[in-house]
């Protein structure tokens, strides 16, 4: 009597334990249609931008560390960039900030920047992370080992896939990468083939997360030609810089041949003329030359976006303009001039943009002191 007692205890212990695994598995299963459904809704959300503006001289070209780079840009400035009617920001980051020579992560570097992506999640900010300079290639370098050394191309390689490993959480709606800025190959097939293995590294990893890619020699839209596009790819934003004419984005720069160059220049209409270029002193005549007589309107600014236009076109993908500014000393309303045709024909175009820059003293909205360049932020943010 007892061993049969004892029998069908054991049985109902087995029922038990069998109808508890039989909840467990229906709960995991519940569990897994959502996960499956937050991913496909992740997949289908497209990574979208309108008007942004670039977070210059943070993580990428500054020597600011520890709290002078934390309190340079902040939650406060993002929650303003929103505010002012902005959809995202550009973030470069530079190779020598975020890791060491070993390809070790500087860990406050990149708390720094994902930080600030969480803040533009909050403020419902997009943002593109540009890789801004590598110690391999620097776009004004003379030598450029990235496109001789397969040990730095595979370095390269992997410094996506150590940001992929700490932004891949991230939703795709919210997040796009930037293979690298404005790359300067001695030829377009250096640059083409570079884009195509880091675009296969990367869709190892994220299959649908957008990059951001531009064409050879500053991602100028002289060289969109020739620029060669992942084929079948939806998540390709192709990206063009824009700072025609030269002689009044860079006036008197002082990193370019421009630098003792102070004469007049005139936007909209002839930028030089023979009149003007006669009365410069003779060692400033050859580097601006080749401006005298050379007509720039709203409708050749146009005109010179046709190789990306077309490219877009071609392969289905949006166009958007990472980079374009008037250093802040150039003659006022010539810069002004010019940032009311572009942002016109952006409108028009329907093309998404990022202004260089956000703060800085050169081509910033606002200067380093905080101070708004308040006629320049009411062009840039204007609305149709």
Known sequence: MKNIIAFFSRLHIAKAFL????????????DKTVD????????NEKFEVSRGTNIAHWLSQSNKRGEERASFFTKNDIERIAEMGFDHIRLPIDEEQMWDEDGNRYQEAFDLMVKCIEWCEESNLKVIVDLHILRSHHFNAEVKPLWTDPAEQEKFFDLWRDLSKSLNRFSNGLLAYELMNEAVADNHESWNNLISRAVNAIRELEEYRTIVIGSNRWQSVDTFDALRVPLNDENILLSFHFYKPFLLS???????????????????????????????PDNIKPQVQKWVNVEFTKASLLEMWQQPINKAKTHGLPLYCGEFGIISNAPKQD??????????????TG?????????????????????ENTELTEIVISKP
């Open 250 to 280: 860079h006036y008197a720069a002082e990193w370019t041949d421009l630098k003792d160059f102070n004469g007049t220049i005139n936007y909209p209409g002839v930028i030089l003329t023979q009149e003007e270029f006669d009365i410069l």
């Open 351 to 371: 093309i998404g943009y990022a202004n260089w820059n956000y703060k800085s003293d050169n081509f910033g909205l606002f200067y380093s002191n905080g101070e």
């Open 36 to 43: 499956q459904d937050q991913v496909k809704t992740d997949i």
């Open 19 to 30: 109808l508890l695994m039989v909840l467990v598995s229906c709960n995991n299963s519940k």
């Open 335 to 348: 810069g002004l001039n010019w940032y009311k045709d572009m942002i016109a024909l952006f409108e028009e």
